[in-house]
């Protein structure tokens, strides 16, 4: 078997900012790239990290997804009293999954970051569906212009819109 060639890594222009982060990142190219070491199989429209909401009300949930933030339904399986048991909703490039709540699977929340083309617009829809201001939007000194609202389900969106091209660190 041939050696593998991971001179590429020594090209990339390292400033004294950047060495702790490109030492890190070699070492994980190094290490996703041994032989032997099993290949995640992630599906087309999944990440490797994906949300799952267990909510009450999923049909609302999903509908709220749609309207306030942009989303696609992908697909849903239904239980057999009709409520939903999974359904897919892709924003951007990425999917969500939502499933009721149900005693086994209680609804939770959470806090979510979401990249959009136009943060003022974004937030404005947000709010004209049912999610209430936690953040008014304004320019961020670390390049985003972003707001906050919570859904009527408890979870938290960061709305953002990247202003800079560059990274964050």
């Given at each position: 078997m041939?050696?593998?060639?991971?001179?590429?890594?020594?090209?990339?222009?390292?400033t004294?900012?950047?060495?702790?982060?490109?030492?890190r990142?070699?070492a994980?190219?190094?290490?996703?790239?041994?032989?032997?070491?099993?290949k995640?199989?992630?599906?087309?429209?999944?990440?490797t990290?994906?949300?799952?909401?267990?909510?009450?009300?999923a049909?609302?949930?999903?509908?709220?997804?749609?309207?306030?933030?942009g989303?696609?339904?992908?697909?849903r399986?239904?239980?057999?009293?009709?409520?939903?048991?999974?359904?897919?909703v892709?924003?951007?490039s990425?999917?969500?999954?939502?499933?009721?709540?149900?005693?086994a699977?209680?609804?939770?929340?959470?806090?979510?970051?979401?990249?959009v083309?136009?943060?003022?617009?974004?937030?404005?829809?947000?709010l004209?569906?049912?999610?209430?201001?936690?953040?008014?939007?304004?320019?961020?000194?670390?390049?985003?212009?972003?707001?906050?609202?919570?859904?009527?389900?408890?979870?938290?969106?960061?709305?953002?819109?990247?202003?800079?091209?560059?990274?964050?660190?």
């Amino acid at each position: 078997m041939a050696e593998a060639d991971y001179s590429f890594t020594e090209m990339l222009p390292i400033t004294p900012r950047d060495l702790p982060f490109r030492r890190r990142m070699k070492a994980t190219i190094l290490r996703s790239s041994l032989p032997g070491r099993a290949k995640v199989n992630v599906p087309d429209g999944f990440n490797t990290v994906t949300p799952y909401f267990f909510v009450r009300g999923a049909e609302d949930f999903v509908d709220f997804l749609i309207a306030a933030l942009g989303g696609d339904e992908v697909g849903r399986h239904l239980r057999p009293d009709g409520k939903i048991a999974n359904a897919q909703v892709r924003i951007g490039s990425s999917t969500l999954m939502v499933s009721e709540a149900t005693e086994a699977n209680p609804a939770t929340y959470g806090t979510y970051y979401l990249y959009v083309e136009d943060a003022d617009e974004s937030m404005r829809r947000a709010l004209g569906h049912g999610a209430s201001l936690e953040m008014e939007v304004a320019d961020m000194p670390y390049g985003d212009r972003q707001g906050g609202v919570r859904d009527p389900f408890g979870n938290v969106w960061w709305i953002s819109q990247r202003l800079e091209d560059g990274p964050y660190f």
